[in-house]
């Protein structure tokens, strides 16, 4: 079994030109166990094969999951600020051009544009489905996924 803390202490490790802190905690969140608040061995691998080798809704579901910070069933921008700025934190002195805060929003701000088809001001899973489903590159990038462990 394995706590956040070791958990972003692991995960940070793979990208030493950033902060993971943040990123790392989402992931965690995605995958732990509600009632121990811990990832077992089993739960990772399981996880791990739905992102790898699942099906294009197996990952669009993860995706959604991990961009849904409350769990309320929504992507609202302010946790898709807070889940692109995290990237850009883990990426850190890794991306070029260096990505400012003001990225993120500006970041957000397209996407949303392409994928919340009723400009309501959140995703659903529906509108993401929807949009993975004719965005060829975003396909492609699910795909790449596939990776022998």
Known sequence: MVDEESFIQ????????GDATNYA???FNTIK????GKISFEDF???LSKVSRGSVNEKIQWVFNLYDLNGDGLISKNEMVDV??????????????VVEDSSAKEH??????????NKDGVITIDELIQ?????ESFLKSLE??????
Not at 131 to 135: A, E, G, L
Request: glycine share 2%; hydrophobic share 40%.
């Open 45 to 47: 691998l399981n996880i």
């Open 84 to 97: 692109v700025t995290s990237i850009y934190e883990m990426l850190g002195r890794a991306t070029q051009p």
């Open 108 to 117: 957000v701000e397209k996407i949303f544009k392409m994928i919340d088809s």
């Open 144 to 149: 790449t996924l596939d990776t022998v462990l």
């Open 131 to 135: 949009w993975c489903s004719r965005d």
């Open 25 to 27: 905690h989402y992931v």
């Open 10 to 17: 692991i995960f940070s490790q793979f990208f030493p030109l």
């Open 33 to 36: 166990q509600k009632q121990t």
